[in-house]
């Protein structure tokens, strides 16, 4: 099969949160694909995705990528592998994404202070993302497991405003709502970073793949060297609430993308199955690019 990249097609990107996209809209912005070889471009704008996302595979960028539409997206670590058995089985995971980003429970109770005083408070979050599996992971250390209760909301500009209208007391957030939730007199829970997976569809030749991550990690050096010059893009889904100089630059990072290897696949698929998020019909070898 001859190259995308010989056959100048285009590298669709299904859109997630721009803290996530950072190093792809970083690599836009300055042709750096263009000058690598490869057409790159978003299917559609994020701005378009619906913000209850009930059914999984009909979420905007799952919809796009099982659909056809798009060749690549990311998503999180355990989500990325959720999708692969949910969906028809088009793409595999190729590489871990650059963005290592936090996930807080925050709360305006004062009566909830840390992790002990969530036991049986439904927490909203979005049902098999990040936000879902990361409150699982914070909270299983401090209380029973039958007293851990989430409550699905949808996307994380919904889940701060049922915060803040009272219909929840806590939700999980990453940037910039977590920014946005402590300049409106919000506290943090409990916090934890994590990383995503980057999702491709099978039509990519290695060559390209190889050319993509390499973009990418040219862009993750940029953002390094100045973050204030590219916050815009992170805040720019708060619609004006908070500005790029309020965003803490404590609670996101970028490093290079990471090889998703049999030593960091099998120990995320066994914490899913033992949880009941997979039935462990899988393996690496079956999800991830060789």
Same mark, same amino acid.
């Given at each position: ?66 659909? =056809?539409?798009?060749? &690549?997206?990311? /998503?999180? @670590? ?5 999708? *692969?058995?949910? !969906? #028809? ?76 209208? =009272?219909?929840?007391? &806590?939700?999980? /957030?990453? @940037? ?5 939730? *402590?300049?409106? !007199? #919000? ?80 120990? &995320? ?22």
């Amino acid at each position: 099969m001859a190259s995308i990249s010989n056959l100048n097609l285009k590298i669709r990107i299904s859109p997630n949160p721009p803290v996530f996209d950072l190093p792809i809209l970083v690599a836009l912005e300055h042709d750096l694909f263009k000058k690598a070889g490869l057409e790159v471009d978003y299917s559609v704008k994020y701005a378009d995705h619906d913000k209850l996302e009930r059914d999984v595979l009909k979420r905007q960028k799952e919809a796009l990528f099982e659909g =056809g539409a798009a060749e &690549a997206f990311n /998503v999180c @670590e355990w989500g990325g592998i959720d999708r *692969l058995e949910r !969906g #028809a089985g088009r793409g595999k995971i190729a590489a871990l994404r650059p963005a290592i980003a936090a996930q807080a429970i925050v709360s305006f109770d004062s009566q909830l202070q840390s992790p002990r005083d969530l036991a049986g408070v439904a927490i909203g979050i979005n049902d098999f993302t990040g936000s879902h599996y990361t409150t699982i992971g914070l909270l299983e250390g401090a209380i029973p497991k039958d007293e851990i209760v989430t409550t699905h909301i949808g996307a994380p500009e919904v889940r701060l405003s049922a915060l803040k209208e =009272g219909r929840v007391r &806590a939700v999980t /957030v990453m @940037e910039p709502f977590i920014s946005l939730a *402590l300049k409106q !007199g #919000a506290h943090i829970i409990a916090l934890t970073f994590y990383r995503g997976a980057e999702v491709v569809s099978p039509d990519l030749e290695p060559l390209d793949l190889d050319k993509y991550f390499k973009v990418l990690d040219q862009a993750v050096d940029l953002i390094n060297a100045d973050f204030a010059r590219y916050a815009h893009y992170i805040v720019a889904i708060a619609k004006d609430e908070i500005s790029p100089d309020e965003l803490d630059g404590r609670f996101v990072r970028y490093t290079h993308a990471q090889r998703y290897s049999t030593d960091l696949f099998d120990p &995320a698929y066994h914490w899913m199955k033992e949880r009941g998020f997979t039935d462990g019909r899988n393996s690496h070898e079956s999800l991830v690019v060789s």
